[in-house]
């Protein structure tokens, strides 16, 4: 049975592309701010669960996986154009997240990382008048500067 026919300049250019991409490839991702939240998504079709590891460190997250090749020893090759192997992506995020409260969810084939905006971070509403009781007379005169001599 032939899938496809044989054509050396298109294998060339495969092999040539593949050398020249990055983990990208494997892991492709989406991030978008909804409300008060911050939604990072990223392709690992084939990858089970449990081979994917997340790690947060201060604002640097870090995602890595697996995805092996389900060929097995005297398996004829027709066709590999699905990356295999193992595959990182690492986000830098703002100070304005609260990575300690981020959580993570996978459903086929897409792990999504959600990360709140931190409180402080909110835009908030400030009244005028319940900062406390300090006012400041802004038409109140300065004391004259003394010149250096004893009082007369």
């Given at each position: 049975m032939t899938v496809m026919r044989f054509d050396?300049?298109?294998?060339?250019?495969?092999?040539?592309?593949?050398?020249?991409s990055t983990a990208l490839q494997g892991m492709p991702a989406e991030a978008f701010r909804r409300g008060d939240e911050v939604?990072?998504?990223?392709?690992?079709?084939?990858?089970?669960e449990d081979d994917i590891a997340l790690t947060v460190e201060r604002n640097v997250v870090n995602v890595a996986a697996s995805r092996m090749s389900p060929r097995q020893e005297g398996d004829q090759v027709l066709v590999d154009e699905r990356p295999h192997g193992q595959f990182a992506r690492q986000f830098i995020l703002g100070d304005n997240l609260?990575?300690?409260?981020m959580s993570a969810?996978?459903?086929r084939g897409v792990l999504t990382l959600t990360v709140p905006v931190a409180e402080q971070s909110k835009p908030r509403q400030i009244k005028i008048g319940e900062g406390g009781q300090r006012t400041i007379d802004l038409n109140a005169e300065k004391e004259p500067a003394h010149s250096g001599g004893s009082p007369s």
């Open positions: 050396p300049f298109r294998e060339l250019d495969r092999v040539t592309e593949r050398l020249a939604f990072i998504l990223l392709d690992v079709p084939g990858v089970a609260d990575t300690a409260r969810d996978y459903d």
